[in-house]
């Protein structure tokens, strides 16, 4: 069945197609393919590259209950549905290396009709799996309050990774500069990330620094063409005086 929703393209909003299973070797051709992008991120001369496993995308299809209907190796068990997972992590870190390795989860996440009927589960064990590949860091998206993000009344799963797993654990979804202030003095990650925020403030650590107001992102550009609201947003330096009035909301 056809994931729920819409999917974004060139062409505007389009109903989502019907997938088919991929078959055991083009599942190890798509691997191949995650090693030749790292390859190519490497000579194009990147710091590291960051493996997208959230969001509904093709590592999060495998892993969640909801969306892996497969009967083979890669569906059923948590340690099964893991494989794909485990698999792109060994491609990605051999092919440069694991300090420039970083990975993405979005565990409650359920856009699209993604879910898992025992997250907690399924994702202490990835982070204990991961634990073997020593990676540059984990990534986790769960919301913090309501927002663009999906789910933010589900329990964190973020505090179980936490504790199973022994890297460097980043994690974002709605924080302030208080919050994410809390969340690093608490020890709930190492580092908070922050998307709406950097993009709507090319200079926001300047601005947290000095408590400076934030600019207002404008959701109406996100996901379209052009350079409207990526590149357009003002900085504290290209501003007359710092007695903005601009608020920020997540």
């Not at 191949?32 to 093709?58: M, P, S």
């Not at 309501?146 to 924080?175: D, K, S």
């Not at 690093?184 to 950097?198: H, L, M, S, T, Y």
Request: hydrophobic residues 35%; glycine residues 10%; aromatic residues 8%.
């Amino acid at each position: 069945m056809a994931a729920t929703g819409e999917a974004h393209t060139p062409n505007g909003k389009k109903l989502n197609v019907i997938p088919r299973s991929l078959s055991p070797s083009e599942i190890r051709h798509i691997v191949e393919y995650y090693a030749i992008a790292t390859e190519r991120a490497k000579d194009a001369g990147f710091d590291g590259v960051e493996i997208h496993g959230a969001n509904g995308y093709l590592i999060d299809q495998f892993l969640r209950d909801s969306s892996n209907q497969r009967d083979d190796d890669y569906g059923g068990s948590i340690e099964n549905r893991l494989r794909f997972l485990k698999e792109v992590v060994q491609a990605v870190t051999g092919a440069w290396s694991p300090d420039r390795t970083g990975l993405r989860l979005s565990p409650t996440m359920n856009g699209n009709g993604m879910g898992d009927i025992d997250a907690v589960g399924l994702y202490t064990q990835a982070a204990r799996m991961l634990n073997e590949f020593n990676l540059a860091y984990l990534h986790t998206a769960e919301a913090i309050r309501p927002g663009r993000l999906f789910n933010a009344y589900a329990p964190r799963v973020t505090p179980h990774i936490r504790q199973a797993f022994n890297g460097v654990l980043l994690t974002n979804g709605g924080y302030d500069k208080p919050t994410a202030a809390a969340a690093i003095r608490n020890g709930e990650a190492d580092a908070i990330v922050f998307g709406q925020k950097f993009i709507a403030n090319p200079d926001l650590p300047v601005r947290l620094r000095d408590d400076a107001p934030l600019n207002d992102p404008d959701d109406a550009t996100y996901y379209t063409p052009g350079p409207q609201g990526y590149i357009d947003y003002p900085t504290l330096a290209g501003n007359d005086s710092k007695k903005e009035t601009m608020e920020c909301r997540d």
